[in-house]
T-cell receptor, first 114, second 113 residues
Framework: NAGVTQTPKFRVLKTGQSMTLLCAQD?????MYWYRQDPGMGLRLIHY???????AKGEVPDGYNVSRLKKQNFLLGLESAAPSQTSVYFC?????????????FGSGTRLTVV | GQQLNQSPQSMFIQEGEDVSMNCTSS?????WLWYKQDPGEGPVLLIA?????ELTSNGRLTAQFGITRKDSFLNISASIPSDVGIYFC?????????????FGKGTKLSVKP
């Protein structure tokens, strides 16, 4: 099925470990986004990209890095995981800045940092 | 930054009842969107609104773009068990924040069968 695919779906990390979350979309969308979702906090934007080779900071970028080397992929990296980064991470994509069709979301990655 | 106030935070209703939820903002938005998130899944777009005063339906769902452009409402008629989930409003203002959507914190809907 066309859409946004996130890998892995679940992961447990020890404090200080690093990992990369992968997001892939097959809809030829220009814009891609990484959100984290925490209870009572809704969706908070971490980083986003408006096209291949570009990235920008969102609301809560600290502790994360991203790369958009290919149009269809958007990677989220945690260099040194902390318990505060325990969350559910969602990737999303859109044709443009949230206009006509809104964002298409992946099914999420549940990350636990112990 | 811009914030959306979504209410209620949660609600329990009897199957068959109508449901209403809303979002308000101190800022004007050009677009309002309503999403639903099922347990263990990502949000899925339900309804998009592009004009002040616009009223749009999607099955049993009806949403309205407030005249002031600072609020939006979502109504669900005759609720059923599969309506359970978290509903998010989202606003977009092309003039600010690089055109990114601003999300409310969600309304968690639970239905008693």
């Amino acid at each position: 099925n066309a859409g946004v695919t996130q890998t892995p779906k679940f992961r447990v990390l020890k404090t200080g470990q690093s990992m990369t979350l992968l997001c892939a979309q097959d809809m030829n969308h220009e814009y891609m986004y990484w959100y984290r979702q925490d209870p009572g906090m809704g969706l908070r934007l971490i980083h986003y990209s408006v096209g291949e080779g570009t990235t920008a900071k969102g609301e809560v970028p600290d502790g994360y890095n991203v790369s958009r080397l290919k149009k269809q992929n958007f990677l989220l990296g945690l260099e040194s995981a902390a318990p505060s980064q325990t969350s559910v991470y969602f990737c999303a994509s859109s044709y443009g800045p949230g206009a006509l069709n809104g964002y298409t979301f992946g099914s999420g990655t549940r990350l636990t940092v112990v | 930054g811009q914030q959306l106030n979504q209410s209620p935070q949660s609600m329990f209703i009897q199957e068959g009842e109508d449901v209403s939820m809303n979002c308000t903002s101190s800022s004007i938005f050009n677009t309002w969107l309503w999403y639903k998130q099922d347990p263990g899944e990502g949000p899925v777009l339900l309804i998009a609104l592009y004009k002040a005063g616009e009223l749009t339906s999607n099955g049993r769902l009806t949403a309205q773009f407030g005249i002031t452009r600072k609020d939006s409402f979502l109504n669900i008629s005759a609720s059923i068990p599969s309506d359970v989930g978290i509903y998010f409003c989202a606003g977009l203002n092309y003039g600010g924040s690089q055109g990114n959507l601003i999300f409310g914190k969600g309304t968690k809907l639970s239905v008693k069968p």
